[in-house]
């Protein structure tokens, strides 16, 4: 494949017309769409944060297109992968923020926010993701050829291009995903071994080692890789072994804001909650910004060339098939018409300034996500950064503009998930739009296919979050929505000046100090935040990547290796997502299924099969080598 955009030539010909817009691909990428939505919300309101649906899709595509149907189109295959990962889009922008409506109306401050309100916020933001980002398109993907990689849109490109391999692949997907829904049902439905194993240290009051033995875990630490989930367990080893003992040990019998009770009658998971979420929270706010802070110059010359790239003309094209966008004056039409409606309609609790806010930040943030994704990958692009930076600055003008109390809050945190959702829409647009564009795709085609799964995704996104509050609740230990619970705080600190500034002020310093060590922030930020257990089981996968990563052989045989794992790991975290959300739809019923009464392995026998599940995750990544090697 040719670096030179002008010596480019895509797999399939401009001049050669397949099936791609299909009733099959359609089908398809709309299931797969709802299936990663659900699963990625799930894992997202859990550890805070969400993995790429893109591969897993094509994977999946693959096996029912190429081997079920028999059918042998690349472009109906590219398509599904392009509406199933949507969902996942949707799910992480929304997740990151939503959430927050749900614990007020908990706390009585609010009612609940409707299905109707969530698919709507949902569906604007994914519509202007799209929007936004398709006039960049010839700037970032086709200009830029050669120059940004786009990691994952290659990767997927690559992956269908090995259509051959595809029924080896979705199997190992499969797997997987069955292996993993069976012991999420086993371990937290029938409740015949314990998912978290803690043990309180006793002379380091304050302090509480354990570790939460979940396949969804472990395939996050995996995908993140060793050095991403070591930077997350340094920074839950900083909060429950270094600032949580010194909370203890100084704090003693006195009652501090914003505790209620004396420290020394607070178990480690109180400390936590009380203190350490503060200080996490600063961190975390500050890591996002410190991350914009860095690409500011890119984000300037990201922002300029999209300008210039939409005064140029490219009617020439035009008559390609691989050239076809959606037109531009629709793409306008379609932006007034829903920023006219979030100031007009009911639904969305903003003002016209609120509307404004979320037009121009929404297209400046959907170009620095659409690049972002270009260099470093979907897995690495700071949306909740985005989010935050976004979040108060709209907090602070609808405060001065005289917008406060709860219709304030709630406006910010509209406006924040509307940004979010549509930072996240434009960078997975992006990455397909470069898949399509290696595979020769249709444009337009993508584009439209990426508005329908932003609109199933975002119909049943609400039914999701309804149905885990009304379960667990957020906040909770099953689903602690970490990203929302912090945004929650910012926007009550600043309204109502009643945030505990001096922890925010900690998180933030130590997040300064992070960033002067040349640490990644963010990851070690988030793990500030999350239960050291978590981090644990994250850190699990990571090592289980770096044993793979330095056996001997060539680096086709560990690319091949770590390429399987990544496969398998997907499955564990989609059927882990999937299996958490049916057990809620059980307790929803008064379904019980534990049978812990009468039959349980404890907490030894969880530690047995999580070491069986981390085995058969080694024994995934090496066993096609050593078939091969004979």
Not at 78 to 94: K, P
Not at 142 to 169: I, N, Q, R
Not at 242 to 251: H, T
Not at 299 to 304: A, D, L, M, N, P
Request: hydrophobic share 55%; glycine share 12%; with cysteine.
């Amino acid at each position: 494949m040719s670096n030179n955009k002008n010596d480019f030539k895509p797999y399939i010909p401009a001049d050669r017309v397949v099936p791609e817009f299909t009733v099959t691909s359609i089908l398809i990428g709309i299931f797969l769409a709802i299936v990663f939505g659900a699963a990625n919300a799930y894992l997202g309101l859990r550890v805070g944060m969400t993995v790429s649906a893109s591969i897993p899709a094509a994977v999946i595509s693959m096996a029912i297109i190429r081997i079920i149907l028999r059918r042998d189109s690349i472009l109906e295959n590219n398509l599904v992968q392009t509406i199933g990962s949507a969902g996942e889009s949707v799910a992480a922008g929304a997740i990151f923020t939503l959430p927050a409506l749900f614990l007020w109306a908990k706390e009585g401050v609010i009612d609940p926010p409707s299905v109707i309100t969530i698919f709507m916020i949902a569906l604007v933001g994914g519509i202007l993701g799209v929007a936004f980002m398709v006039p960049l398109r010839q700037a970032l993907i086709v200009e830029e050829h050669g120059t940004l990689p786009f990691p994952e849109g290659t990767a997927c490109a690559e992956v269908l291009l090995a259509g051959e391999e595809g029924g080896s692949k979705a199997g190992t997907v499969f797997a997987g995903l069955g292996i993993s829904a069976l012991y999420k049902l086993i371990a937290d439905g029938a409740k015949i071994f314990p998912s978290e194993v803690g043990y309180a240290i006793k002379g380091y009051a304050g302090s509480q080692i354990g570790i939460q033995v979940l396949p969804a875990l472990t395939g996050v630490g995996y995908i993140c890789g060793p050095k991403i989930s070591s930077y997350m367990l340094a920074g839950s080893t900083l909060s429950w072994f270094v600032l949580m003992p010194m909370i203890a040990l100084f704090g003693g019998d006195a009652i501090i804001f914003p505790g209620a009770v004396p420290i020394s009658t607070m178990d480690p998971g109180t400390i936590w909650g009380t203190y350490i979420k503060y200080i996490g929270a600063g961190a975390v706010a500050a890591g996002g910004i410190i991350s914009l802070i860095k690409t500011f110059p890119l984000i300037v010359k990201t922002f300029g060339q999209a300008m210039s790239s939409m005064k140029k003309n490219h009617a020439a094209n035009a008559s390609l098939r691989t050239e076809q966008d959606l037109p531009m004056p629709l793409l306008l039409i379609i932006v007034v018409v829903i920023a006219l409606a979030i100031w007009i309609l009911p639904v969305f609790p903003v003002n016209p300034i609120g509307a404004i806010i979320i037009v121009v930040f929404g297209f400046f943030f959907a170009t620095v996500s659409s690049r972002m994704v270009g260099l470093i990958g979907s897995s690495n692009n700071p949306v909740s950064g985005m989010a935050i930076a976004t979040l108060i600055i709209a907090t602070l003008l609808l405060k001065a503009t005289g917008t406060v109390g709860v219709t304030g809050m709630m406006g910010a945190i509209s406006i924040g998930a509307i940004i979010c959702i549509i930072a996240a829409i434009a960078g997975d647009c992006s990455q397909d739009l470069k898949t399509g564009f290696i595979l020769g795709a249709t444009p337009k085609k993508q584009q439209i296919g990426e508005m329908l799964g932003v609109v199933v995704s975002s119909a049943a996104i609400g039914f999701v979050l309804y149905l885990l509050s009304e379960v667990w609740g957020f906040g909770s230990n099953e689903i602690p929505a970490p990203q929302a619970t912090m945004m929650k705080m910012l926007v009550e600190g600043i309204m109502n000046a009643e945030l505990p500034w001096a922890l925010i002020l900690i998180g933030v310093c130590a997040a300064i100090v992070i960033e002067i060590l040349q640490i990644p922030v963010l990851p070690f930020a988030v793990g500030m935040y999350l239960p050291f257990s978590l981090n644990a089981g994250i850190m699990s996968g990571g090592i289980i990547r770096y044993i793979v990563e330095s056996r001997k052989g060539s680096e086709e045989e560990k690319k091949e290796a770590v390429d399987r794992g990544i496969l398998y790991t997907s499955g564990l975290i989609a059927g882990e997502g999937l299996m958490g959300v049916i057990l809620a739809l059980l307790a929803f019923f008064y379904i019980d299924v534990d049978i812990s009464d009468k039959f349980s392995i404890g907490q030894i026998g969880s530690i047995v099969v999580f070491i069986l599940l981390l085995l058969s995750l080694v024994y995934v990544c090496v066993s096609k080598s050593k078939k091969s090697s004979k």
